[in-house]
């Protein structure tokens, strides 16, 4: 009878310990255990915690915004040279629009917010063709304009915020600016590009992405020597991104081709 009260003891002992071993862990250890992932580009991972962070603590902005971040990162790398596999990636990026739009309802005095979802907007328009979806390359245009008005979330998110707000500029530009004002981005010029590639790089040095784009925006001002000086720049620059051997690739060929 004792042996028997004492299985019923441990099991109901393991009842009320079991919840609290699954959902022991804190937001701000999911979202440190999802941000580490990130940094070794993990992206995959990444989401996975942070899908299991918006279970535990759900309509949260800082975890919707990184679950956006990890959608675009993952749906970056993906395969795309059937109609299959373009259409699973589209979905990722739409997926990562989605959960920023979210975080943005959220949070809407947060940068992050708003540049999260300007960045899957991009990928979007990027995906679509940026001629062919005006109204969302605007909406790019708006939430980087709203991201850098609030200025919050620090030098970095300020940094990727003018960054990409150049590379529309920079983007759109390449069109014939009679054709583009009939569709609506009239707005776009070289040496707004410029002048918001400048700022990225001055809030955020030796970021190689930066500097490449920022190159090819001075290669197409005709400013080859400044373009130099920016490439070379990128070459020596760390690795923070796993793009960045790419982009170094790319900074090399282009600064042999200047020489």
């Not at 259409?87 to 999260?116: H, N």
Request: glycine fraction near 6%; aromatic fraction near 10%; include cysteine.
């Amino acid at each position: 009878m004792k042996t028997l009260k004492q299985f019923f003891g441990l099991i109901i002992i393991f009842i009320l310990i079991l919840p609290a071993a699954n959902f022991g862990q804190s937001l701000e250890e999911l979202i440190e255990q999802g941000d580490n992932y990130y940094k070794k580009f993990n992206n995959q991972k990444a989401l996975e915690v942070y899908q299991k962070a918006d279970v535990m603590y759900p309509d949260n902005w800082e975890i919707l915004w990184r679950i956006s971040r990890a959608y675009v990162d993952i749906g970056e790398h993906m395969p795309a040279s059937s109609s299959e596999q373009e259409k699973a990636q589209l979905e990722k990026y739409q997926m990562a629009y989605d959960y920023a739009d979210r975080a943005v309802k959220l949070a809407p005095g947060e940068s992050i917010t708003y540049l999260r979802r300007a960045i899957a907007n991009g990928r979007i328009a990027l995906f679509k063709g940026v001629f062919s979806v005006a109204g969302v390359v605007n909406s790019v245009k708006e939430d980087c304009e709203k991201a850098m008005q609030l200025n919050t979330g620090g030098r970095e998110v300020q940094s990727v915020a003018n960054y990409v707000y150049a590379r529309t500029h920079a983007k759109i530009s390449e069109k014939w600016a009679p054709a583009r004002a009939v569709l609506g981005l009239g707005w776009a010029d070289l040496d707004s590009a410029l002048v918001y590639f400048d700022k990225a790089v001055k809030l955020k040095p030796n970021y190689v992405m930066f500097y490449v784009d920022y190159a090819l925006a001075l290669i197409e001002d005709g400013n080859k020597q400044k373009a130099r000086e920016v490439l070379e720049t990128a070459i020596k620059s760390p690795i923070e991104d796993e793009d960045d051997e790419v982009r170094k690739e790319e900074a090399r060929a282009l600064l042999k081709k200047l020489k």
